[in-house]
């Protein structure tokens, strides 16, 4: 009876502490993941497709780190993946209304 007692102390605080890593830390993480990720997509769609630079250059333009980010073009729009694809967003360009972040 007391091994289960032990194992069930364990899982209870595991879940605990998952919990409060959650709260505290990860919710976060992941809502600055999808901010970013739409954001990225917008700005490399537009200097792409509507100003004509090329990605090197429209990568450039972030004044933040975004070696995390992976940018990939299409023909008509730009998808921006972190976390091992687990956040994405994409942005396609319209010709005569530029680009705009749609649901992927």
């Given at each position: 009876?007391?091994?289960?007692?032990?194992?069930?102390?364990?899982?209870i605080?595991v879940?605990?502490?998952?919990?409060?890593?959650?709260?505290f830390w990860l919710?976060?993480?992941?809502?600055?993941?999808r901010?970013?990720?739409?954001?990225?997509?917008?700005?490399?769609?537009?200097?792409?497709?509507?100003?004509?630079?090329d990605?090197?250059?429209?990568?450039g333009?972030f004044t933040?780190?975004t070696?995390r980010?992976v940018?990939?073009?299409?023909e008509?729009?730009?998808?921006?993946s972190?976390?091992g694809?687990?956040v994405s967003?994409?942005?396609?360009h319209e010709?005569?209304l530029?680009?705009?972040?749609?649901?992927?």
């Amino acid at each position: 009876m007391t091994f289960v007692k032990i194992i069930l102390g364990i899982f209870i605080m595991v879940g605990l502490v998952g919990g409060l890593v959650w709260q505290f830390w990860l919710k976060d993480q992941l809502a600055f993941a999808r901010l970013g990720t739409a954001y990225g997509a917008k700005m490399v769609c537009s200097c792409r497709f509507v100003a004509g630079r090329d990605m090197a250059s429209c990568e450039g333009d972030f004044t933040v780190d975004t070696s995390r980010f992976v940018f990939e073009e299409g023909e008509d729009r730009i998808e921006v993946s972190v976390l091992g694809g687990l956040v994405s967003s994409r942005a396609v360009h319209e010709p005569g209304l530029g680009c705009a972040v749609v649901p992927s």
